[in-house]
């Protein structure tokens, strides 16, 4: 399948500090990226869903100018956490799209701690 | 009604055996139900995935059984290996692929050799 490549896979941050993220389509170009977030032994939450050029849909209850997410070309999306706490300390997920509308490929995840 | 249930929360098996895990849905408009697997640190991968035009669907040891009057779904893991240990998450979405997945929980299962 289509390779979504996740960077970095862990950090640590100090709390105040923002942390990004970077989410690629290596083998495909992917008009739209979701983000997800993951607590341990928990399901997948979208977080927000963003179109290659278009500002980011973000789902109920997640704060955009706290994650803000960038999708500036079709191999690459950011998300940001601003000024981080330990309470944002999770799994944090992008998936990738292709053009045609086929399978969504995940990312293999980024542990964020902060500290 | 955007809610996916799954259970059992946790399921141990013995090698060789047959795991089952089992979905439910509410939203009639969902037509596309994917089964994922995610090894610990590690992102979901598309395990497979089956649109209600069909009952049933088999690629390798794993099958979908889906069953559109009851809103419910299973993955069926045949020979249950040690490798197949991981947690495996039902989803559903509306349209085209990969848009709005709605996940359920997940199940733990591990396979004892």
């Known amino acids: 399948g289509a390779v979504v490549s996740q960077h970095p896979s862990r950090v640590i941050c100090k709390s105040g500090t923002s942390v990004k993220i970077e989410c690629r389509s290596l083998?495909?170009?992917?008009?739209?990226m979701f983000w997800y977030r993951q607590f341990p032994k928990q399901s997948l939450m979208l977080m927000a869903t963003?179109?290659?050029?278009?500002?980011?849909?973000?789902e109920q209850g997640v704060e955009k100018d706290k994650f803000l997410i960038n999708h500036a070309s079709l191999t690459l999306s950011t998300l940001t956490v601003t000024s981080a706490h330990p309470e944002d300390s999770s799994f944090y997920i992008c998936?990738?799209?292709?053009?045609?509308?086929?399978?969504?490929?995940f990312g293999q995840g980024t542990r964020l701690t902060v500290v | 009604q955007q809610q996916v249930k799954q259970s059992p929360q946790s399921l141990i098996v013995q090698k060789g055996g047959i795991s089952i895990i089992n979905c439910a849905y509410e939203?009639?408009?969902?037509?596309?139900f994917p089964w994922y697997q995610q090894f610990p640190g590690k992102g979901p991968a598309l395990l497979i995935a089956?649109?209600?035009?069909?009952s049933e669907k088999k690629e390798g040891r794993f099958t979908i059984s889906f069953n559109k009057s009851a809103k419910q779904f299973s993955l069926h893991i045949m020979d249950s290996q040690p490798g197949d240990s991981a947690t495996y998450f039902c989803?559903?979405?509306?349209?085209?692929?990969?848009?709005?997945?709605?996940f359920g929980p997940g199940t733990r299962l591990s396979v004892l050799p």
């Open positions: 083998d495909f170009q992917a008009t739209t």
């Open positions: 089956i649109r209600p035009d069909v």
């Open positions: 989803a559903a979405s509306i349209g085209n692929y990969g848009q709005n997945f709605v």
């Open positions: 939203n009639t408009a969902f037509d596309y």
């Open positions: 998936s990738a799209r292709a053009m045609r509308g086929t399978e969504a490929f």
């Open positions: 963003s179109n290659e050029g278009s500002k980011a849909t973000y």
